[in-house]
Antibody
Framework: EVQLVETGGGLVQPGKSLKLTCATS????????MHWVRQSPEKQLEWVAQIKAKSNNYATYYAESVKGRFTISRDDSKSSVYLQMNSLKEEDTAIYYC???????????WGQGVMVTVSS | DVVMTQTPVSLSVAIGQPASISCKSS???????????LNWLLQRPGQSPKRLIY???KLDSGIPDRFSGSGSETDFTLKISRVEADDLGVYYCLQGTHFPHTFGAGTKLELK
């Protein structure tokens, strides 16, 4: 059974940092292209970042809204993907989902999500 | 970024009746491969989103054939032939042809 479990969320002040972890199991993680997607309090979904596999040189992509502040990374030995979030803003407040989806095949798995609240 | 516009914002449907949701993109979703990367997802109350349909009309695993997707280029539709109680929640379209991937604002399906 495929599982994705996010941890690391919480309340943080603007300008501070937070690191999210997504621990996975049940599939060949090293081959998977992983994403982070967030959902605002208004329920709008926003794709945040993607990291490809080693065979794709671990290429990364970011939404403009987080580029330069967030970093996605992975540790294939731990079947985990991470989201380092720096210089957090109040508009980064959201539920953050770790997802493994392939836009063109029958692959679509989401974690339960982790809440990040940025507030003073 | 590609803007995905969903209508209606909310939909009230009786059990057993059909439902239809529209999603329009600000530019063509036909990729260089010739494939159209348009997905539909459902987020039930208190749950994570779950995809129903990919590549416009292909059903994901375990999705009943009451659900169907159609459309091309910039105009897409999700149809439920007979709504069941388990179908309530918020439906989102998602395009994966262009980076960044973008979602519609959602359509809330309520039971009448």
């Amino acid at each position: 059974e495929v599982q994705l479990v996010e941890t690391g969320g919480g309340l943080v002040q603007p300008g501070k940092s937070l690191k999210l972890t997504c621990a996975t199991s049940g599939f060949t993680f090293s081959n998977a292209w992983m994403h982070w997607v967030r959902q605002s309090p208004e329920k709008q979904l926003e794709w945040v970042a993607q990291i490809k596999a080693k065979s794709n040189n671990y290429a990364t992509y970011y939404a403009e809204s987080v580029k330069g502040r967030f970093t996605i990374s992975r540790d294939d030995s731990k079947s985990s993907v991470y989201l380092q979030m720096n210089s957090l803003k109040e508009e980064d407040t959201a539920i953050y989902y770790c997802t493994w989806y392939n836009i063109g095949t029958r692959t679509d798995y989401w974690g339960q999500g982790v809440m990040v609240t940025v507030s003073s | 970024d590609v803007v995905m516009t969903q209508t209606p914002v909310s939909l009230s449907v009786a059990i057993g009746q059909p439902a239809s949701i529209s999603c329009k993109s600000s530019q063509s979703l036909v990729g260089t491969s010739g494939k159209t990367y348009l997905n539909w997802l459902l987020q039930r109350p208190g749950q994570s989103p779950k995809r129903l349909i990919y590549l416009v009309s292909k059903l994901d695993s375990g999705i009943p054939d009451r659900f169907s997707g159609s459309g091309s280029e910039t105009d897409f539709t999700l149809k439920i032939s007979r709504v069941e109680a388990d179908d309530l929640g918020v439906y989102y379209c998602l395009q994966g042809t262009h980076f960044p991937h973008t979602f519609g604002a959602g359509t809330k399906l309520e039971l009448k």
